[in-house]
């Protein structure tokens, strides 16, 4: 293969020689020939033979000087602004050399034939190094009109300007860019590389029937979520798939291309911006600071851990009893952050001994407690593992924070635990009780963050719907109705940080996460995104609440009313009052209760969290 090529490339580089060689002296005799108005018998003799006989070295000096420029090494299938300078600069030198030549040998020419014969050179040359590359883009273009897609660009901004140049230029993408949207009416009716702006966004599908497109890319990297949100609102009525760009720092390093584009995820359908904080400044208390993570390899946890060792910390612990998950992470942490200093232990947080070692060994300053059981229908198959793991797990962990003397002790809950109707939500009501309770009781600052739903982590709805609509369909939704908070991974986790910073002990932090989102709709977007229509190519069927699932979540119990931070988006919900002592009785029930394998244990969790009411079958 690579001898084939050689060959080849010694073929173009002879041809290109010969060429040079004829294309010297053409532009030479040519240029005499302008310069006596068209008519060869007016040229006077002694300039004719002086052209003639100093041709053998004008064509050497010519071709010296073109290798040294790099003319016969370039790759003229990619030909750009680099190789039109050099190409100008090499035929200017060599029309000044061979000037010189000329004076010192005494060869008279016209004083206008050295102005001529360089812009004939450089005409010629230009036509044979980019010939090949306008032959080409019109065969391409030709191959992909008969069997290419038909694609529409929204933005008509940079972004945009480079993956048409990236489209144009490749022979592995058969696309043809058919029309480009942009709302600036200064941009309307305009031309990028060819490509007619024909309008704004409500010409969007207009211009989708006229030239038949099959996909749409989406190049406003900069914009707002909600901008994004309104054109992908337009773009779902059409049948064309969508595809975005993930972000503007790829304009900024210049990575934009089409390898860059990205399928419209449902994230961009919730119509806001991410949530951020300043984590530089709410940082600033890990750093230093030996921190431990419970069930870090989750979902929620592996990302505490990335965010965490970017911040220095003197020592990450990161504890889970799933040894795949925490093998993934440590592989992660140790390339991104090869100079961490991270333990990484399997461990139950059920083993009283196995935490209390691991504290008084490590001596954490901070905790953030994200071990848990989390898939609700099977909490309600297994409630005894809910309460163990979940309940007993936290009550282990907070102790022996408090016992070794842990700073802060963050705790992981859920939307769930507010008037739960499954075992999960009120094992994580409990679990809130539990660090209330402790925080009144010891140094340590104990809180909990309560979420909604978390796009893209273990079990989320998101990544199910995708595989049911790789696979042909049906999309599964257990009810119409049903509606869900959401939120991404990295918003959650910047919650858990800012609630660490703001914590003062006792709190219970809440996310406005904006409108509920219909699960229903999240399907239909889902699968008019990826290119297919609503139950003709692809079926969605309903298949019943599960057990423990309810319609509707909530992110805040009546009873618990609300408190501003400095961040308008996150709130503190006031702490109920109960009995402790009550309390402690009622989980020692518990506790033995599951330890004998208690078939019924919903009648004790529901003395302990009166707002449970279990959705019964």
Same mark, same amino acid.
């Given at each position: 293969m690579k001898k084939t090529i050689n060959i080849a490339l010694l073929y173009r580089r002879i041809f290109l020689v010969i060429y040079d060689t004829i294309a010297v002296a053409a532009a030479a005799i040519i240029a005499l020939v302008i310069r006596y108005e068209f008519v060869y018998a007016n040229i006077e003799k002694k300039f004719l033979e002086s052209v003639c006989s100093f041709l053998p070295f004008t064509i050497i000096i010519t071709l010296l000087t073109f290798a040294l420029f790099r003319l016969y090494n370039s790759l003229w299938a990619f030909a750009g602004v680099n190789e039109m300078q050099n190409i100008v600069?090499?035929?200017?030198?060599? %029309? $000044?050399?061979?000037?010189?030549? &000329?004076?010192?040998?005494?060869?008279? %020419?016209?004083?206008?034939?050295?102005?001529?014969?360089v812009c004939l050179l450089i005409a010629f040359t230009f036509a044979s190094r980019f010939s090949y590359r306008f032959f080409r883009g019109l065969k391409r273009k030709s191959m992909k009109q008969k069997a290419g897609t038909n694609v529409m660009i929204i933005g008509a901004g940079e972004a945009a300007n480079l993956i048409i140049r990236d489209i144009v230029g490749s022979r592995y993408t058969h696309m043809q860019i058919k029309c480009i949207i942009d709302d600036d009416p200064n941009k309307q009716g305009r031309y990028i590389q060819g490509i007619k702006v024909v309008g704004g966004r409500e010409k969007i599908k207009q211009f989708v029937d006229a030239f038949a497109i099959d996909e749409i890319f989406i190049a406003m990297p900069s914009v707002s979520k909600?901008? *994004?949100?309104?054109?992908?609102?337009?773009?779902?009525?059409?049948?064309?798939?969508?595809?975005?760009?993930?972000? $503007?720092?790829?304009?900024?390093?210049?990575?934009?291309?089409?390898?860059?584009?990205?399928?419209?995820?449902?994230?961009?359908?919730?119509?806001?911006?991410?949530?951020? %904080?300043?984590?530089?400044? *709410?940082?600033?208390? $890990?750093?230093?600071?030996? $921190?431990?993570v419970t069930g870090g390899g989750g979902s929620i946890g592996s990302e505490l851990c990335r965010q965490i060792a970017a911040h220095k910390p003197s020592r990450l612990i990161i504890v889970d009893i799933y040894e795949n998950n925490a093998y993934d992470i440590q592989q992660e942490l140790k390339h991104n952050f090869p100079k961490l200093n991270m333990v990484v232990l399997i461990a139950s947080v059920r083993n009283t001994r196995r935490?209390?070692?691991?504290?008084?060994?490590?001596?954490?300053?901070?905790?953030?407690?994200?071990?848990?059981? @989390?898939?609700?229908?099977?909490?309600?198959?297994?409630?005894?593992?809910a309460i163990?793991?979940?309940?007993?797990?936290?009550? @282990?962990?907070?102790?022996?924070?408090?016992?070794?003397?842990?700073?802060?002790? /963050?705790?992981?809950?859920?939307?769930?635990? /507010?008037?739960?109707?499954?075992?999960?939500?009120?094992?994580?009501?409990?679990?809130? &009780?539990?660090?209330?309770?402790?925080? @009144?009781?010891y140094d340590t600052e104990f809180v909990a963050v309560r979420f909604g739903n978390v796009l893209g982590s273990n079990?989320?709805?998101?990544?199910?719907?995708?595989?049911?609509?790789?696979?042909?369909?049906? /999309?599964?939704?257990?009810?119409p109705d049903i509606i869900r908070y959401f939120m991404t991974i990295p918003?959650?986790?910047?919650?858990? =940080?800012?609630?660490?910073?703001?914590?003062?002990?006792?709190?219970?932090? /809440?996310?406005? &996460?904006?409108?509920?989102?219909?699960?229903?709709d999240l399907a239909k977007n889902l699968i008019r995104l990826s290119g297919y229509k609503v139950d003709e190519d692809i079926k969605i069927e309903f298949t019943g609440?599960?057990?423990?699932?309810? =319609?509707?979540?909530?992110?805040?119990m009546e009873e618990e009313g609300l408190q501003e931070t400095e961040n308008k988006l996150i709130h503190i919900g006031r702490p109920i009052e109960?009995?402790?002592?009550?309390?402690?009785?009622?989980?020692?029930?518990?506790?033995?209760?599951?330890?004998?394998?208690? &078939?019924?244990?919903?009648g004790m969790i529901k003395e302990i969290v009166p707002t449970y009411t279990p959705n019964e079958e």
């Open positions: 600069a090499a035929c200017g030198i060599a %029309v $000044v050399c061979n000037g010189v030549g &000329m004076v010192l040998f005494q060869k008279p %020419v016209p004083r206008s034939y050295p102005f001529m014969f909600a901008v *994004i949100s309104e054109i992908i609102e337009i773009c779902k009525d059409t049948t064309c798939k969508l595809r975005t760009l993930p972000g $503007v720092y790829q304009l900024v390093n210049g990575e934009v291309n089409v390898s860059q584009l990205k399928d419209v995820d449902v994230e961009d359908l919730l119509g806001r911006d991410p949530i951020t %904080v300043d984590l530089e400044s *709410i940082l600033g208390y $890990v750093q230093e600071r030996c $921190v431990l935490m209390n070692w691991i504290f008084e060994e490590y001596r954490p300053d901070i905790v953030y407690h994200a071990a848990a059981h @989390k898939h609700v229908p099977l909490m309600e198959d297994s409630p005894n593992e163990k793991n979940n309940v007993f797990g936290t009550w @282990k962990t907070a102790q022996a924070a408090a016992f070794y003397g842990a700073k802060k002790f /963050v705790l992981i809950s859920t939307d769930k635990a /507010v008037n739960p109707t499954n075992i999960m939500g009120a094992s994580k009501r409990i679990c809130e &009780m539990i660090i209330q309770i402790f925080n @009144k009781h079990g989320s709805v998101i990544p199910l719907f995708k595989r049911q609509i790789e696979a042909g369909g049906p /999309v599964t939704v257990t009810h918003e959650a986790v910047s919650l858990v =940080l800012q609630a660490g910073a703001y914590a003062k002990g006792g709190e219970i932090f /809440v996310l406005d &996460m904006g409108e509920p989102v219909r699960i229903l609440l599960r057990p423990g699932e309810k =319609l509707y979540e909530e992110l805040l109960f009995d402790e002592a009550e309390f402690f009785q009622q989980l020692n029930n518990l506790n033995q209760a599951t330890k004998e394998e208690c &078939m019924d244990i919903k």
